[in-house]
C-alpha cells in the first residue's frame, strides 16, 4: 500500500522553478532512495513533501490524506518528519533536550518511552545526554538528528543526505540504523549523493534530472545501470544536472 504520493507535483522557490512535474509514490515499509546531481531538485523535493516549500500545481498525499500546501507543523502531526542536510541541531541544548524538542507533536506521556527507543538504538546518546550538542562529533549529531525526528513517531521518515560529512564506518552505520527503522516498520524516503551505498540498501529508486524523474526502478536493477555506474563512479558524462 501506498503510503506517499506525488502526482505532478511542480515547484520551487523564489520564482525559480525547480521541480517539474515529479510523479512518485512510496509503498509502506520501503526504503526509497532520490538520486541526482547538485542542483536536480533532490531537496527541494523532501521540502516540498514536508510543508516548508509549497509546489504551485499537482497533488501530494501521504497516508491516504491530501496534504498539498499543508502547513509544516501539521504534517510532522500526520507522522511525516524530516531529518534535514547538515543536521540543524541546537548546539546550546544537551542531546536531552535536543531529543525533547523532537517530540512536541506527541502526548507528554509518549516522552519516557519515546527516549527509551532513541536510547536503545542509540546507547552512546544515553551516555552522554547531558552534553551539548555542540561538542559531538559528525556521527553523534547525525544520531541526535534521527533520533529526534523519531521522537514524532514518524510513518514516513525523510532524510537529506544523511552521509554528508561522515567517515566511511560513520555512514556504514548510519545506514544499518536505516535498514533497523525499515524493519521496524518505519517508511524511508533518501536524499542521498552517495547513489551506490544506497542502492544496496534501498527497495527502490528515482533518478532526478533537471526536475524531473528521468529514472526509476528497483534498487537493484538501477545500481546494474551502465547509466547510474557512470554517473556515480566517474566514468562518463553521466545524467546531467
Known amino acids: 500500500m501506498s503510503f506517499l504520493t506525488l502526482e505532478g507535483v511542480t515547484g520551487g522557490y523564489g520564482g525559480v522553478t525547480v521541480l517539474r512535474d515529479i510523479s512518485l509514490e512510496v509503498q509502506e515499509g520501503e526504503i526509497v532512495a532520490i538520486l541526482g546531481a547538485n542542483g536536480a531538485?533532490?531537496?527541494?523535493l523532501l521540502k516540498t513533501v514536508v510543508g516548508l516549500l509549497r509546489p504551485s500545481c499537482g497533488r501530494i498525499a501521504a497516508g491516504g490524506e491530501d496534504i498539498t500546501g499543508m502547513a509544516p507543523e501539521k504534517i510532522t502531526r500526520r507522522n511525516v518528519v524530516l531529518v534535514p542536510e547538515g543536521r540543524q541541531l541546537f548546539d546550546a541544548m544537551t542531546i536531552r533536550e535536543n531529543l525533547t524538542l523532537g517530540g512536541y507533536t506527541q502526548p507528554r506521556?509518549?516522552?519516557?518511552?519515546d527516549l527509551r527507543?532513541?536510547?536503545d538504538l542509540f546507547p552512546i546518546l544515553e551516555e552522554r545526554q547531558r552534553q551539548?550538542?555542540?561538542s559531538l562529533s559528525g556521527g553523534q549529531r547525525q544520531m541526535v538528528a534521527i533520533g529526534r525526528a523519531l521522537m514524532a513517531r514518524p510513518r514516513l521518515l525523510l532524510?537529506?543526505?544523511?552521509s554528508l560529512g561522515l567517515a566511511p564506518l560513520?555512514?556504514?552505520e548510519t545506514f544499518a540504523t536505516l535498514a533497523t527503522l525499515r524493519d521496524d516498520g518505519v517508511t524511508v524516503l533518501v536524499v542521498e549523493q552517495n547513489a551506490m551505498m544506497t542502492l544496496e540498501l534501498a527497495d527502490r529508486a528515482y533518478v532526478l534530472?533537471?526536475?524531473k524523474v528521468s529514472m526509476q526502478g528497483r534498487a537493484s536493477d538501477l545500481a546494474q545501470d551502465p547509466r547510474i555506474r557512470e554517473a556515480y563512479l566517474g566514468l562518463g558524462a553521466g545524467l546531467g544536472a
Open 170 to 172: 560513520i555512514i556504514k
Open 41 to 44: 531538485g533532490k531537496s527541494t
Open 159 to 162: 532524510l537529506d543526505e544523511p
Open 132 to 134: 551539548k550538542a555542540s
Open 109 to 113: 506521556a509518549n516522552r519516557a518511552g
Open 209 to 211: 534530472g533537471r526536475g
Open 117 to 119: 527507543r532513541v536510547f
